[in-house]
């Protein structure tokens, strides 16, 4: 299945899950740039990316902005019903959709989602719960990762990388 619409979380998929503060109370967050791929593949399979994270730091917004992701809903404690509002914007069912997550916040929508991913340093308990374990972890490219399987699966990713690489 090809989703009509990407969903991922952030702590714990796009970092290590690490929160880094200094003496003064700075937060700090380190990102795998090769996430950024996955990004650059879907827009250019036009496939719509959200951000759905608990956590409510102007660090996402700033990367999500980077990266030019739109959809970013953050300080969010009921996934499933953001990701509801999203399929009611594009007119999609839950099962239209692929969704990445880590943890217990996650779990819900893992649940309700066509395809669900987790990164390989997830906890056994969500790992049972999906359809698919990464061999990559939270932070070292799972986003990329999951992104590239999506594709694969599908038979787009040689296309995907042609369109780009030329």
Same mark, same amino acid.
């Given at each position: 299945?090809l *989703?009509?619409? /990407?969903?991922?979380? /952030?702590?714990?998929v796009w970092?290590?899950?690490?929160?880094?503060?200094? %003496?003064t109370?700075?937060?700090?967050?380190?990102f795998?740039?090769s996430?950024?791929?996955?990004?650059?593949?879907l827009?250019?399979m036009?496939? *719509?990316?959200?951000?759905?994270t608990?956590?409510?730091?102007e660090i996402? &917004?700033n990367r999500?902005?980077?990266?030019?992701?739109?959809?970013?809903?953050?300080?969010?404690?009921d996934k499933v +019903?953001?990701? +509801?509002e999203?399929? &009611?914007?594009?007119?999609i069912?839950? %099962?239209d959709?692929?969704f990445? =997550?880590d943890?217990?916040?996650d779990l &819900?929508?893992?649940?309700?989602? =066509?395809?669900?991913?987790t *990164?390989?340093?997830? *906890?056994?308990? /969500?790992?049972k719960?999906?359809d698919?374990?990464?061999s990559?972890?939270?932070?070292?490219?799972a986003? &990329?990762?999951?992104v +590239?399987?999506?594709l694969?699966?599908n038979?787009?990713l040689?296309?995907c /990388?042609? +369109?780009i690489?030329?």
């Open positions: 299945m *989703p009509k619409l /990407i969903i991922t979380d /952030i702590d714990g970092t290590d899950g690490g929160m880094y503060y200094d %003496q109370g700075n937060e700090w967050k380190k795998n740039t996430d950024s791929a996955g990004v650059l593949f827009k250019k036009n496939i *719509p990316l959200a951000i759905i608990g956590e409510n730091t996402v &917004r999500a902005k980077k990266l030019k992701i739109d959809l970013v809903f953050s300080g969010i404690s +019903e953001v990701a +509801e999203l399929c &009611r914007k594009f007119n069912s839950l %099962q959709i692929a990445i =997550g943890d217990i916040g &819900r929508l893992l649940k309700k989602v =066509g395809f669900s991913c *990164p390989a340093n997830a *906890p056994d308990y /969500i790992k719960e999906v698919h374990v990464l990559t972890k939270g932070g070292d490219g986003f &990329r990762a999951f +590239e399987h999506i694969s699966k038979n787009l040689e296309k /990388i042609f +369109e690489c030329g």
